[in-house]
């Protein structure tokens, strides 16, 4: 959380990352965060879809995989991201040099 990174971010404005890098960096991280969360949710998905249509071929029903829904998922997935680390990325932004080079 920002507020367990606060002396980290106090170091990097210290050593010149501006505001805005900042917040980027917060906002990026979020979204990487998202997205690997989706994709591994994806992926065991998927093997178990799988598993279960294989499963299935005996009784004669055949599946196809839902590729426009897992990408929609996955395209959901980003955006959530990007949105969850807003607030964090802003507070994160505010935060002063000195108080967080002292915050322990």
């Keep these: 959380t920002i507020y367990e990174r606060t002396r980290e971010i106090g170091m990097l ?7 805005s890098q900042v ?14 969360g989706a994709i591994i949710g994806a992926v ?9 249509v294989e499963a ?3 009784e ?6 839902p590729v426009l829904g897992i990408l929609m998922v996955l395209i959901a997935a980003g955006i ?3 949105l969850a ?3 964090p990325a802003r507070r994160a932004s505010k ?10």
Excluded: C, F, P
């Design 60 to 65: 004669g029903l055949v599946l196809g995989i």
């Design 23 to 36: 917040r980027r960096m917060v906002r990026y991280e979020s979204l990487i965060t998202a997205m690997i």
């Design 44 to 52: 065991i998905g998927l093997g178990i879809g799988l598993a279960a």
């Design 13 to 19: 404005r210290a050593i010149g990352a501006s505001r």
């Design 85 to 87: 680390g807003v607030w």
């Design 80 to 82: 959530a991201g990007i």
């Design 95 to 104: 935060i002063e040099v000195m108080e967080a080079l002292q915050y322990e």
């Design 56 to 58: 299935l071929k005996s």
